[in-house]
């Protein structure tokens, strides 16, 4: 009888420890847990605060050069719209994608504009780096293109 309740009291003690030890890993982990949020809840807030300027930027490069900048569905891809490109307020539309997976190539332009002009347009911006420029080269060639 003696060895039976040794051996459940040792069996007991083991378990103990063996509950102390899985509590102690789980309020570690719980620690950890809480902390993780807290920065991911950091981190959203960083985004959205990151979101509302870009979002200000964004209005006002549309409202300063007349155009909106939409997504296209592709990752590495931006469509730009220019409106009143054919001196009437939002009457004609044009617009184009920059494709930016091997650096800046313009495609599908609507509409078709000459693609030499367009790459000398686009060759200026890659050497000076001025997005403005480009944009506002592009808006010139439409406006030439829907002129005639």
Not at 35 to 58: C, I, M, P, V
Not at 67 to 90: A, W
Not at 109 to 122: G, I, N, Q, S, Y
Request: contains cysteine.
């Amino acid at each position: 009888m003696q060895t039976a309740i040794a051996s459940l009291t040792s069996t007991r003690d083991m378990r103990a420890q063996h509950l102390a030890a899985l509590q102690s890993r789980l309020a570690t982990a719980k620690t950890a847990m809480a902390q993780r949020k807290a920065a991911q809840k950091a981190h959203a807030a960083e985004l959205t605060q990151q979101g509302e300027a870009n979002a200000e930027e964004l209005a006002f490069w549309e409202a300063g050069l007349g155009m909106r900048i939409e997504g296209t569905g592709g990752e590495d891809r931006i469509r730009f719209v220019f409106v009143g490109c054919d001196g009437r307020k939002k009457e004609k539309e044009a617009s184009f994608e920059l494709d930016m997976s091997r650096g800046y190539e313009v495609v599908e332009c609507r509409p078709v504009l000459d693609a030499e002009r367009v790459r000398k347009v686009t060759d200026r911006m890659v050497e000076s780096e001025d997005l403005q420029g480009f944009l506002s080269g592009m808006r010139r060639l439409f406006v030439e293109e829907l002129k005639r």
